[in-house]
């Protein structure tokens, strides 16, 4: 079957990375985490220190930033000049921070930049919040989920305390509405549903069902029901 480029957008905690990750495993596809892009972008900036009200600053740091992304393991792998940053960039810290700095103009025209270069020949799936509507609006397939603010905290609550990581569901569930507002609200690229793209309401699927759900459009889609 060709292989062709699929879209997941949608709000934080949809399901959207653990979706294209399955799904990629299924359709022999690869999975690219925008997400991961920024939140190594945050950590950079973390580390060197600098404000994103800055953002001279951070354009000079988007210069000289030395991203890679690995794809040998299931999970995407990030690196900053060689160190394997994966795991550090999944703190609540950064996660707050991506959030600021995917809003800032030289951060996304980079990152976007190289999502492009990375997987302009297909057979990737990408997931973020901007995939169908401005990085690749010629995407074959698009997908944008949603699911309820309340089931989507409870999914990140229990996310952290599998971790060991203590949080309240109202925190939880502030900061969700707090980068939801930050992603549709930025000028560039803001998170929007593509006209073509297909809707899916994940609050009351199980991670499978919604896995076979898109499996099933995809499968349609391309001819191969
Ligand atoms: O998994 P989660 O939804 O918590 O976040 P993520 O997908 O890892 O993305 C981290 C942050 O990067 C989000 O809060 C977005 O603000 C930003 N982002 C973006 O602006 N555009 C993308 N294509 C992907 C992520
Ligand atoms: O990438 P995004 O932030 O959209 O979400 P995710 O990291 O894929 O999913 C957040 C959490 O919700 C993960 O622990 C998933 O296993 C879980 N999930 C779920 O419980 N039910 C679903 N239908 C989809 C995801």
Request: net charge negative; proline share 2%.
């Amino acid at each position: 079957m060709q292989k062709v480029i699929i879209a997941i957008d949608g709000p934080a905690a949809s399901g959207k990375s653990s979706t294209a990750r399955l799904l990629a495993q299924r359709l022999g596809y690869v999975y690219l985490d925008t997400g991961a892009m920024y939140r190594a972008c945050a950590l950079q900036a973390q580390r060197e220190g600098l404000s994103l009200e800055d953002v001279d600053a951070i354009a000079t740091m988007m210069d000289s930033i030395n991203l890679r992304m690995d794809f040998a393991q299931e999970q995407n792998r990030v690196f900053l000049d060689d160190e394997d940053v994966s795991q550090l960039i999944r703190s609540e810290s950064i996660s707050k921070m991506s959030s600021a700095i995917s809003a800032l103009t030289p951060v996304r025209l980079k990152m976007v930049e190289l999502q492009r270069r990375i997987a302009h020949a297909g057979g990737f799936i990408l997931d973020g919040r901007d995939i169908g509507s401005y990085v690749f609006p010629d995407a074959r397939i698009k997908f944008f989920l949603t699911a309820d603010v309340d089931a989507r905290a409870q999914r990140r609550l229990l996310e952290l305390q599998a971790k060991g990581i203590a949080a309240s569901f109202e925190d939880v569930r502030a900061d969700l509405l707090q980068r939801d507002k930050n992603d549709r609200n930025r000028t560039l690229a803001p998170l929007v549903q593509a006209d073509d793209a297909i809707l899916i309401d994940t609050t009351l699927l199980t991670l499978e069902g919604q896995v076979d759900l898109l499996y099933q459009h995809v499968q349609k889609i391309l001819g191969g029901l």
